[in-house]
């Protein structure tokens, strides 16, 4: 294995784009890793939400970008069409692109920092990345497997929403436990004889319950998981109007967030139908109109779940460290079978 840095060269990403309602956390993690790591991290995000979105790249579009200079405490600030100095209060200098999470992986590592970065860090993403249903629709997820092959290391971060609304007060230590994992993973990188880069590891898919065990001091369970190979149905309905007495006692909502499920503004259980929605046909509409609408509540809120899995952690309130190839596949054989199996997975370090 290749001798790497004590304090890696960061690119960081992610899909729900700069600061602000629906993109709440990944300003709190730039400062823990410039603060906490010591790091040197670039900022290249979408100019706009951009969740469920995957490995996409909009090979048609001609990509624009912008600059932004975040301010404490919540990372909002100033866009800017030419590079500048800072102002006062400015902490960084950070690039928006009109492009996807994945775009904006490829566009920083080969065009902005080309040969300058040694790590991309995807997230933190607004809600969870587990199972196969959302990671195989992730923009976070599709960020880190886009740098992982160009063969560099990645990690995707996604704090799993519980409750709602999330308190602010989870999102501190989120980003310190965030920080430590990603800052262990970099010193502790696993082998993987199958992987893209000098026998690693290509990726980790990292995902953070926010739940009230965070704020404890023995903290959260951290575990290497597998996947939870799950399924989904209908997506998208038919386009109609939403019941009118629905939506007047607040009852729906009349969009789905461009954030997703785990959006402040969409409901536990995923989007809800109104009336109309739940009988409206595209042949009752009189054409083929359509609109994104799941109902995710078998996803969030499943039966059961395969013990080990990513899925089985963050239902347990745990945190899940998956390791990835970058063909959508893990790259150790897994005998789990039940939870006394998962003893030898626990992370058993203090961080």
Known sequence: ???????????????????????????????????????????????????????????????????????????????????????????????????????????????????????????????????????????????????????????????????????ATFNEPAHRLGASIIGHLWANWDADAGGLRAGEVDLYNVNIPMVPALLSDAGLPICWTRIWRNSYGRLFKAHAARDPAAVEAGQVNTEVSAAGPDSPDEPPQGTQAGILDKTATSKDLGGLVFKFGPDMTDLINPDSVPVGTDGWAIRKGWVSVTPLRATFAEPVEWDVESEADMDSRIWKIKL
């Open 1 to 167: 294995m290749s001798t790497v840095p004590t304090k890696p060269r960061v690119l960081l990403t992610n899909d729900d784009g700069p600061p602000g309602h629906e993109s709440p956390y990944i300003y709190g993690l730039y400062r823990h890793l410039t603060q906490d790591l010591g790091w040197d991290v670039k900022v290249v995000i979408p100019s706009s939400q951009k969740s469920w979105i995957g490995k996409a790249y909009q090979i048609k579009d001609i990509i624009a970008g912008r600059y932004y200079y975040p301010r404490d405490p919540d990372g909002l600030g100033e866009v800017s069409e030419q590079s500048r100095p800072l102002k006062d209060g400015e902490v960084a200098e950070w690039i928006l692109l009109d492009g996807t999470p994945a775009t904006c992986a490829n566009i920083g590592l080969h065009n902005l920092y080309h040969g300058q970065i040694d790590l991309l860090i995807s997230g933190p993403n607004l809600g969870r990345n587990s199972s196969s249903a959302f990671a195989l629709s992730s923009g976070t997820i599709g960020a880190a497997l886009s740098s992982a092959l160009s063969k560099v290391r990645s990690i995707a971060l996604s704090y799993g929403t519980v409750l709602h609304p999330t308190p």
